[in-house]
């Protein structure tokens, strides 16, 4: 199983960015995908998550009504757009999926700075 995120960077408090989580080594069209973050010095904390055929997404916290969690199961790939970013959304995002009985798997992470 492999999992890597990936558009992570420095963006303008305001701005936009999406990240991506390109997955390979298992059926991606048959799990739920969480997006999570780690701010610095504090605890991971999830902040969106989408059904496999993507019929349904969740998102907690300040993520609600600025972030938009996507997939495309052709590409294996799931996608946290993000918009009206503040300092605050600063973090290292990971990308998180469990499978069954192989147990959660993340990715590496990528980090969004989010400053003037």
Same mark, same amino acid.
């Given at each position: 199983?492999?999992?890597?995120?990936?558009?992570?960077? !420095?963006?303008?408090?305001?701005?936009? !960015?999406? !990240?991506?989580?390109?997955?390979?080594?298992?059926?991606?069209? !048959?799990?739920?995908?969480?997006?999570? =973050?780690?701010?610095?010095?504090?605890?991971?904390?999830?902040?969106?998550?989408?059904?496999?055929?993507?019929?349904?997404?969740?998102?907690?916290?300040?993520?609600?009504? =600025?972030?938009?969690?996507?997939?495309?199961?052709?590409?294996?790939?799931?996608?946290?757009?993000?918009? =009206?970013?503040?300092?605050?959304?600063?973090?290292?995002?990971?990308?998180?999926?469990?499978?069954?009985?192989?147990?959660?798997?993340?990715?590496?992470?990528?980090?969004?700075?989010v400053s003037s």
């Amino acid at each position: 199983v492999e999992i890597v995120e990936s558009g992570g960077g !420095l963006v303008e408090p305001g701005g936009s !960015l999406t !990240l991506s989580c390109t997955t390979s080594g298992f059926t991606f069209d !048959l799990f739920g995908i969480n997006w999570y =973050r780690q701010a610095p010095e504090k605890e991971r904390e999830k902040v969106a998550y989408i059904t496999p055929s993507a019929s349904f997404t969740q998102y907690w916290g300040s993520a609600e009504g =600025r972030f938009t969690v996507s997939r495309d199961n052709v590409k294996n790939t799931a996608y946290l757009h993000m918009e =009206r970013l503040t300092p605050e959304d600063t973090g290292v995002y990971y990308c998180n999926t469990i499978l069954g009985t192989r147990g959660p798997q993340w990715g590496k992470g990528t980090l969004v700075t989010v400053s003037s």
